[in-house]
């Protein structure tokens, strides 16, 4: 784990916020996987391309973005056929933490950082709240056009209301999160797309023979489990959870 930080300082310490326009393959074929200290928005401006999170891939269009914690291992790459014209904001957490406690930090930013609240990775457009994220980045890079004096404030306040609306999406009690790292878990079974798909038992098996840790999807029926394509939303996964769990079990278990 170790080995993929990236060294590399992207922000002035003065203030470590800092935006770069990037596009895949035109400026490079790919971004290898790594991770760093600082918190990462990657928000696409055109076009389609694949971001990886945690070993998560993720296709990603037009309008997406993508939240990356510290810590988190990421890379960004194409997509077959295709192109991608990208934004990264980046910025150290310390932007936003204040050296003395206070209901920010211990409420919500230093849960968030720690892994103890989990917000969603993705954001599109379709989301109900993501006019309001967009909102909040869109103006920051409208006034880092021109820089006007105190512009440090607005960007910051900016970045204050964008964590408001992720933490109306947060969910806590994940307070052994870090013990994961260092593992490797297949999100819908090992899948290769052919012989494997997605949420398959062959994909489950050979996740078990790798030995990487599951990620499943489902509803309980009458007859046992119905596999699911795509996952429960936020809004019913909390109401839904218990009545999956038994039926979770039993199919790992087969």
């Known amino acids: 784990y170790e080995n993929y930080q990236e060294k590399v300082k992207h922000t002035d310490p003065d203030f470590p916020y800092i935006t770069y326009l990037c596009s895949i393959p ?21 076009g389609s391309g694949i971001v990886t999170v945690d070993f998560t891939q993720h296709v990603v269009d037009t309008g997406t ?21 990208y934004e990264n904001i980046i910025f150290h957490p310390s932007i936003l ?45 409208e006034i880092r056009k021109t820089f006007p004096k105190g512009y440090q404030l607005f960007l910051k306040g900016q970045l204050f209301m964008l964590f408001y609306i992720l933490s109306l999406r947060g969910r806590t009690g994940y307070t052994d999160w870090k013990s994961f790292k260092g593992y490797y878990f297949a999100h819908r079974g090992l899948h290769n797309g052919s012989t494997a798909p997605e949420n398959s038992m062959e994909a489950f098996r050979r996740a078990k023979e790798k030995g990487y840790g599951l990620h499943l999807e489902g509803r309980p029926v009458d007859n046992g489990i119905e596999q699911q394509q795509h996952p429960l939303t936020n809004d019913n996964a909390a109401e839904a959870l218990d009545d999956v769990q038994e039926a979770f079990f039993l199919a790992a278990k087969q």
């Open 26 to 46: 035109l400026d490079f074929p790919q971004v290898p996987l790594h991770w760093h200290d600082e918190l990462e928005f990657i928000y696409i401006k055109k």
């Open 65 to 85: 973005i993508v939240l990356i914690i510290p810590g988190q291992l990421h890379s960004i790459e194409q997509l077959a056929g295709c192109s991608m014209e």
């Open 97 to 141: 933490i204040s050296k003395t406690a206070d209901a920010c930090n211990t409420d919500f930013l230093l849960p968030l950082l720690g892994g103890q609240l989990a917000v969603p990775t993705l954001y599109t457009p379709e989301d109900d709240y993501y006019a309001q994220i967009a909102t909040c980045i869109d103006a920051n890079d």
